[in-house]
């Protein structure tokens, strides 16, 4: 089993900036790939950015330039760096760790307003 917590959501302005945190524990050896995704009100799911455990990342097309998603494996931690944030990035982040099955973290809740 795999636990997945996520931290660093927050309030802030537009433009303004965000490091959201995700901690993997318990069986994390065989943890492929870490994503993160948001849930925007009234919206599904979506994916907004993947990293490998080789550190190869994705983004989607509405943050390109602007997140940036990075792996510590030592300890088990994934980070998504977000600048110039938009009040269409408000939503709720999921962390999600690949292995044989997904495991979800409960989510941080990212409130872009002036």
């Known amino acids: 089993q795999v636990q997945v917590e996520e931290s660093g959501g927050g309030l802030v302005q537009p433009g303004g900036s965000l490091r959201l945190s995700c901690r993997a524990s318990?069986?994390?050896?065989?943890?492929?790939?870490m994503v993160w995704y948001r849930q925007a009100p009234g919206k599904e799911r979506d994916w907004v950015a993947r990293?490998?455990?080789?550190?190869?990342?994705r983004y989607a097309e509405s943050v390109k330039g602007r997140f940036t998603i990075s792996r510590d494996n030592a300890k088990s931690t994934v980070y998504l760096e977000m600048i110039n944030l938009k009040l269409e990035d408000t939503a709720v982040y999921y962390c999600?760790?690949?292995?044989?099955?997904?495991?979800w973290g409960q989510g941080t809740q990212v409130t872009v307003s002036s």
């Open positions: 999600c760790a690949e292995r044989n099955r997904n495991f």
């Open positions: 318990g069986d994390v050896s065989r943890i492929n790939d």
């Open positions: 990293i490998t455990r080789a550190g190869v990342t």
